[in-house]
């Protein structure tokens, strides 16, 4: 984050998908966002059009995500979802909104709740050599898997558990923890 205008330009990131899950808006905030955080490819209008799910990774995740999306389309009630967006240098905690409309149209508002400073974690940088191994990172809390089963903070993966090193920095692929996905399932799973 830059400066203050980025941080109130990003303070609400709003989106909206049809009926067919495609992006038919997406607000300026959110080309500010991509384009601070290494995306700059899907700034302006590059997403109408396309599959939110083309954008989601990992199976967990995209079925967990159309649970949601079939859950509110039918309540018709606003869910709301904590989540964070860290960098090397800071946690974002946000929270999501979704609302459906009689058309089907699902409307996202992602809001800056609060930033904190951290210790720079390289885990999280985009720039980073990486080695061929991975390491499962959620989505919603950012815990990682350190081993089978076994999710950390991330910060915490990487002062006491020393598994990485300079030239160990493994490549982060998006999923979700077991807390999550039960806390997630048990409240929108029919
Ligand atoms: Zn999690």
Redesign the pocket.
């Given at each position: 984050m830059k400066n203050k205008e980025s941080l109130l330009a990003m303070a609400t990131v709003k989106y909206t998908i049809g009926y067919d899950d495609r992006f038919v808006y997406v607000s300026p905030s959110w080309s500010v966002f991509a384009k601070e955080n290494g995306a700059p490819q899907l700034a302006d209008n590059a997403v109408i059009g396309r599959l939110i799910f083309d954008f989601l990774t990992g199976i967990d995740c995209k079925e967990l995500y159309r649970m949601i999306f079939k859950h509110c389309r039918e309540s018709n009630r606003k869910l709301i979802f904590p989540f964070r967006c860290d960098s090397p240098n800071i946690k974002r905690f946000m929270e999501l909104h979704i609302i459906s409309d009689s058309q089907g149209k699902l409307h996202f508002e992602a809001q800056l709740l609060k930033v904190t400073p951290r210790k720079y974690n390289v885990l999280l940088a985009k720039c980073t050599h990486r080695s061929d191994r991975m390491i499962k990172i959620?989505?919603?809390?950012?815990?990682v898997e350190i081993s089978k089963d076994h999710?950390v903070d991330i910060d915490t993966a990487l002062e006491q558990h020393g598994l990485f090193n300079e030239s160990d920095i493994p490549k982060l692929t998006h999923g979700?923890?077991?807390?999550?996905?039960v806390?997630f399932a048990s409240r929108y799973k029919k």
């Open positions: 959620c989505s919603w809390c950012k815990l999710w979700i923890c077991p807390n999550c996905y806390s």
